[in-house]
């Protein structure tokens, strides 16, 4: 690495409005790196812009074009991400509640094409939802921990992976931090725990996120700005908006039907799917109510919420309808279809054997 930190390079104005005051650079490096290492090894190296105003003919004429051995192995960078993804919403299937249900989900995310469409291309949007799920899991420990020093400790984590999401995309840190918060709260009203635990934790959590994002984005390291990164949301919130007038929104005249048909029919393992999460959000928000009103803490209650903020956030925030945004809520869904797969099969399975043991 050269060290240059200067700023116009951090800004990336050559990149036409996608710099790093947009999206930061996280997952710039897990793709480039790997691609530098084997420049490195094999004397070639790509280092141009791919044109979008030509056709792909005319930018392969000019070199703009990856070969194919440089291309290949920036996809299998993604495509490892993408398998680090299962490993992860089957681990939070099981600590939430059991092996099946992990497995089970674990299943519908592999089986989902916009998944798999974007763990095989060479796109960072995999590594953030890998963050975001890694964020989501170390939530469930948390929720399962007891002892001091673990709820520090992991707390900790949670800040450097809402940090690590949020230097891939900007509102990582809005989605962690809202899981967690809203974790804490749940927490301390069914739990009766001290308010002084849920405030270390939060406090501990903002420091490790803040200190993550601003250690890997040298663009945040000029101190005559300090509110450069706060700023940061409002300046990717204005160049969506500006997209979306001058390119169009691509929802057309319906925002509304538009994006749910994308995120239930389109974007879903089988056409059918969308009743089995409808009814899983209606089950899990039942047993949330129920869980509050006994103060029984519910652990499957964390990948509800993790479904839950994705969807409120991309539906509040998304001014422009590309498919990569549903990526986090497409994955999250999962852990309510398959949940309420795996109670039906269960209750239909109670039946039979209560059916078989009265025959007998």
Known sequence: ???????????????????????????????GLP??????????????????????????EKGKVPSDDILLLARRVAALFGVLCCVLILAIGYYSRNLWIGLVTAILL???????????????????????????????????????????FLSFLCGVFAGLATSVKIT???VVGLLFLIYLVYQGMVKDKEIKYSLLCLAIFSFSAIAAVYLLNPYFWDLSQPLKFPLTFGTWDHLLSSQAKQYGSGFGGNRLWTFHKDLLLRYSNISFEWIFLCGGIILLSIKLAYSLAKKKFN????????????????????????????????IASKFIVGGLIYDGASFIARIFTSLFHAEG
């Open 1 to 31: 690495m050269k060290r240059d930190f200067r700023l116009k390079k951090w800004e990336g104005l050559q990149l036409r409005t996608f710099g790093s005051r947009y999206n930061l650079h996280l997952g710039q490096w897990l793709i």
């Open 35 to 60: 691609l530098k290492w084997y420049s490195a090894q094999n004397g070639r190296e790509f280092n141009k812009f791919y044109d979008f105003r030509i056709t792909y003919e005319e930018n392969k």
């Open 110 to 152: 592999m089986t989902n094409r916009l998944f798999i469409t974007f763990a095989t291309r060479a796109m960072t949007d995999i590594f953030y939802s890998f963050f975001l799920l890694f964020a989501c899991l170390l939530i469930v420990l948390l929720a399962k921990s007891s002892q001091k020093i673990s709820l520090m």
């Open 172 to 174: 990582g840190i809005v």
């Open 299 to 330: 652990l499957w209650a964390i990948p509800f919420l993790f479904f839950v903020i994705n969807y409120l956030f991309i539906f509040s925030f998304m001014k422009i309808n590309w498919s990569r945004y549903y990526l986090p809520t497409i």
